[in-house]
């Protein structure tokens, strides 16, 4: 695969989402043979993951900050080869994430952050972490000393997390600084430890903030001017700033001049490098979690039984809570290669029969067999999709179709690679999804999960 670096230099105007690969085809599925994947399976795009972050790097070199990779939001380590052609590094939340960095992560920057350190992890962390980011004064202050003696053999900064009591976040599951958070310190806790301690900061090289979940320029920006508001006086005599994650710099429409010119500022005022670390930016329309129906039934509306758990396989659908986009291959031949514009309004294809084109976007020249899953009752045929598991809430949700769903029909899920095996379970024994990956050639299988996965975590 080409590294797809860079090769002209790019004005902050110039740099729209909507270019990407993976935003031309966003409202309909992409040229994967999801036919011939595994069911249930997550099956990711390296061609559009290697388009995020080339775009990712471009908004880096324009700002003079980093990206790192927020592992946190996904964790596919077979990609990370991929990926650390471009980002510079990764963020991690405890050990075995900050080891999986260390071991597969080919010479990039291991940043961790944990609200609560727990002795043992500490030490071996000290031994291959870059940047340790601290919670509270407390935490930093118990192991400063352990701290400080670790940076005399090798090179290791310290940072503190701070909480800038502003966000803009709805879900309060998501919100780091909501009332009462436990994440990041306050302005009033740092004063009072001031107090205490006058040579709190001594040690600490940067500052850490992270209050966005998926949220804009627009947002990260009234939440800097709030951060500042309560922390500037702090910064003088620091060497970095990390402004976290939550940064949705590859959706389109995302304002990458306001984000540029925002970092440039702050760069300019303190001097300080600058760090970002998004998880779902990275990954962003890069996934897809494969599906089969395996029974049907009525009770006041049709029920779709599929092999594919929500409480399982994509817990955030109930955590966040949100309704992913889906689609249902058709059972003929996948795709159709065609010649020039389709005359049926909002295809762009043609030589495809009304009955099998598409009303989705789709790449100039190829139409693909499938139909997107619509709102109840926008369609003829509005079925809910359910899973396999005993748990009564494992309910996807209620999606219209132009025929009945029968057994045998494979849906695809779309943007499942954020969140997704990161947060998979064995619930009631499920099996979990086979993890796949495409190149634009081969689909290739990376690991299939079986009894043994299952039992293992259970004890033995």
Known sequence: MPENKPTTAFEPSALDPS??????????????????????????????????????????EAAGAKILLAQKAYSLYESYPLLARYLAGTTSSGLYEARLAHEEWPGGEIHVFSPAYREDELQEL???????????????????????????????SFGLRLNPEYSEVKEAIYNPAGAGSRLGTTERELKAALVREPQLLEGISGFHMHTLCEDSAETFARTLEAFLQRFAAYIPGRSWLNFGGGHHITRAGYNTALLIKSLREVKKRFGVDLYLEPGEAVCLDCGWLVSTVLDGMTNGLDIALLDTSVCCHMPDVLEMPYRPRVFLLDKGDEKVVVPSSCEKSGCPSSGVSADRCSKGDVPSGVCLDYEMGGEPGEKPYTTRLGGPTCLAGDIIGDYSFSRPLVPGDRLVFCDMALYSHVKRNSFNGMPLPALQCFDGTELRTLRRFGYEDFKTRLGG
């Open 126 to 156: 000290l031994s291959f972490a870059d940047h340790l980011i601290f919670n509270t004064p407390s935490q930093w202050l118990r192991f400063r000393d352990q701290a400080l003696a670790a940076q005399k053999t090798r090179p290791i």
């Open 19 to 60: 270019r990407l690969l993976s935003q031309q085809t966003r409202s309909g599925p992409p040229d994967l043979p999801f036919a011939q994947a595994a069911s249930p399976a997550e099956v990711v795009d390296l061609r559009y993951l290697a388009d995020n972050a080339a775009f990712l790097q471009r908004v880096a």
